[in-house]
């Protein structure tokens, strides 16, 4: 095995695209994650609330491979609207440490013109470097 797929059980297939993939080596590549839930249905439809679901998401694939949140170790946003983010870095920080903690892996924000689905505002991908003994 090169790799693994990682898909949280209870979430609808993804068509087209993998969320998680397992490297043997343990290194989590995830792709982009946007403000839905496992039912592909948007859970909000303002900034913070899609970013919170974005990291949750993340969170979810990474405990599905098997590592936790520590295990994180990059971030790239891609955001529709920077002054969106701008308006309510207070809350973009509390939401933020909900899901994530205080582990602020390394990160990057990327202002896109649009995303792939209409309604989502944030998408963010992930890179996870999970513990050989955890692999499975």
Request: charged fraction near 20%.
């Amino acid at each position: 095995m090169t790799h693994k797929t990682i898909h949280p059980e209870s979430w609808l297939p993804a068509k087209g695209y993998a969320n998680g993939m397992l490297t043997r080596d343990g290194v989590l590549h995830i792709g982009g994650q946007i403000g839905w839930d496992g039912d592909q249905r948007f859970v909000a439809d303002d900034f913070v609330g899609q970013m919170r679901q974005a990291l949750a998401n993340i969170v979810a694939i990474v405990e599905t491979a098997g590592g936790q949140v520590q295990d994180i170790t990059r971030l790239t946003w891609f955001v529709t609207d920077k002054r969106a983010y701008i308006a309510r870095q207070a809350e973009v920080g509390r939401a933020y440490r909900d899901v994530m903690g205080k582990h602020f892996p390394a990160m990057s924000m990327v202002v896109v013109a649009g995303l792939i689905e209409d309604a989502a505002l944030v998408e963010i991908e992930a890179t996870a470097h999970i513990p050989p003994a955890e692999t499975g």
